[in-house]
T-cell receptor, first 113, second 107 residues
Framework: DGGITQSPKYLFRKEGQNVTLSCEQNLNHDAMYWYRQDPGQGLRLIYYSQIVNDFQKGDIAEGYSVSREKKESFPLTVTSAQKNPTAFYLC????????????FGNGTRLTVT | EDQVTQSPEALRLQEGESSSLNCSYTVSGLRGLFWYRQDPGKGPEFLFTLYSAGEEKEKERLKATLTKKESFLHITAPKPEDSATYLCAVAGNQFYFGTGTSLTVIP
């Protein structure tokens, strides 16, 4: 089955540690995205990538970093510089990054204490 | 300012009681409007895409419609398994998401 796989489902870290969230897709989609979801707020864009080896900052990129070395993979690193890292993180992909719908993974819930 | 607003925030229905969810938007250069269903602890599941005013899409008990300023998600004779949060997203120069409508269908 084609889809987007995020791992792990739950992640716990101590404050001051960097952590990397995995996102893999086998849909052959060109564009990939990272969103953050907090209670009572709409999804907020962290980073997106429309082609391999290229990515752009979204609205809340501070404290995060990404890479896109392969079409299938778009890992997100939450660095110690991110002030409020505890959240639900969603990875998505779309065929062309234009007006095609986004397809989402099942998320990673990160808790930093 | 580009913005997507969903109403109501929460809706409780008796099983079989039809209703509508609203998504209004002020997004320049609309390139598409999307509806998603999200269950607790999971990622949003894609339901519909609408590209132009007057367009309608249907799937089981759900029907989505689009005008120039808003979209409606009509739910006919809902069942308890339709309970979820329904998200609306609009593609402008990026994707803009509403905060969702939390639907509870009571048996």
């Amino acid at each position: 089955d084609g889809g987007i796989t995020q791992s792990p489902k739950y992640l716990f870290r101590k404050e001051g540690q960097n952590v990397t969230l995995s996102c893999e897709q086998n849909l052959n989609h060109d564009a990939m995205y990272w969103y953050r979801q907090d209670p009572g707020q709409g999804l907020r864009l962290i980073y997106y990538s429309q082609i391999v080896n290229d990515f752009q900052k979204g609205d809340i990129a501070e404290g995060y970093s990404v890479s896109r070395e392969k079409k299938e993979s778009f890992p997100l690193t939450v660095t110690s510089a991110q002030k409020n890292p505890t959240a639900f993180y969603l990875c998505a992909s779309s065929i062309d990054g234009d007006n095609s719908p986004l397809h989402f993974g099942n998320g990673t819930r990160l808790t930093v204490t | 300012e580009d913005q997507v607003t969903q109403s109501p925030e929460a809706l409780r229905l008796q099983e079989g009681e039809s209703s509508s969810l609203n998504c209004s938007y002020t997004v320049s250069g609309l390139r598409g409007l999307f509806w998603y269903r999200q269950d607790p602890g999971k990622g949003p599941e894609f339901l519909f895409t609408l590209y132009s005013a007057g367009e309608e899409k249907e799937k089981e008990r759900l029907k989505a419609t689009l005008t120039k300023k808003e979209s409606f998600l009509h739910i006919t004779a809902p069942k308890p398994e339709d309970s979820a949060t329904y998200l609306c997203a609009v593609a402008g120069n990026q994707f803009y998401f509403g905060t969702g409508t939390s639907l509870t269908v009571i048996p």
